[in-house]
């Protein structure tokens, strides 16, 4: 079955410094992998995607995230963070599987802190 | 993109009462489902709402329980039927596009006394 996990479940940065959100993915086949920000009391809002192609996804709100194959991560980060980027993060995975649908599969979430 | 809008926002009900959530898309979707989040947590899907017929559910899910209809391409309503403190949770309502994009919506956030 395909799985994320986010092994972190809190990070904390500074504002202005570089941020990384860690997630791991086990597929089978080529995995379809995305980044989703959840603000308090807020849905679930698209950041980006990786399907196929260049390795390094652009997204919303200055994010971009690394798609690496041999290491199984596909790692969000922003240079420079900002006081808003605070919020809980969630990676996902498209599971493909016989009639799975096409379903997305949830990390359990990491909650990011940026301070002034 | 979708833009997803739920009824009720919020609601506290009684044990052994039901509460049914709507959820209206602003464009034809190709697949709707509904996600629930229990404090803390992370997002469990509960079903694939299918239109015109039966809903899919995931294991540990089921029908009489969390009731689901899907009468066009741009509506769903999620029932919680007979419940429980254990159903607290933000029940989230999902939409997927031609594109292959999901997209949620603001989340109805339910208290079970």
């Known amino acids: 079955a395909q799985s994320v996990a986010q092994p972190e479940d809190q990070v904390n940065v500074a504002e202005g410094n570089p941020l990384t959100v860690k997630c791991t993915y086990s597929?089978?086949?080529?995995?379809?992998l995305f980044w989703y920000v959840q603000y308090p009391n807020r849905g679930l809002q698209f950041l980006l995607k990786?399907?196929?192609?260049?390795?390094l996804v652009k997204g919303s709100y200055g994010f971009e995230a690394e798609f690496n194959k041999s290491q199984t991560s596909f790692h969000l980060k922003k240079p420079s963070a900002l006081v808003s980027d605070s919020a809980l993060y969630f990676c996902a995975v498209r599971d493909w599987g016989y009639n799975q649908g096409g379903k997305l599969i949830f990390g359990q979430g990491t909650e990011l802190s940026v301070k002034p | 993109s979708a833009v997803i809008s739920q009824k009720p926002s919020r609601d506290i009900c009684q044990r052994g009462t039901s509460l049914t959530i709507q959820c209206q898309v602003d464009s034809q979707v190709t697949m709707m489902f509904w996600y629930r989040q229990q404090p803390g947590q992370s997002l469990t899907l509960i079903a694939t709402?299918?239109?015109?017929?039966?809903?899919?559910?995931e294991s540990g899910f089921v029908i009489d329980k969390f009731p689901i209809s899907r009468p066009n391409l741009t509506f769903s309503t999620l029932t919680v039927s007979n419940m429980s403190p254990e159903d607290s949770s933000i029940y989230l309502c999902?939409?997927?596009?031609?594109?292959?994009?999901?997209?949620f919506g603001p989340g109805t956030r339910l208290t079970v006394l």
């Open positions: 990786y399907i196929t192609g260049d390795n």
């Open positions: 709402a299918n239109q015109g017929s039966e809903a899919t559910y």
């Open positions: 999902s939409a997927r596009d031609s594109y292959n994009e999901q997209f």
């Open positions: 597929v089978s086949g080529n995995p379809y």
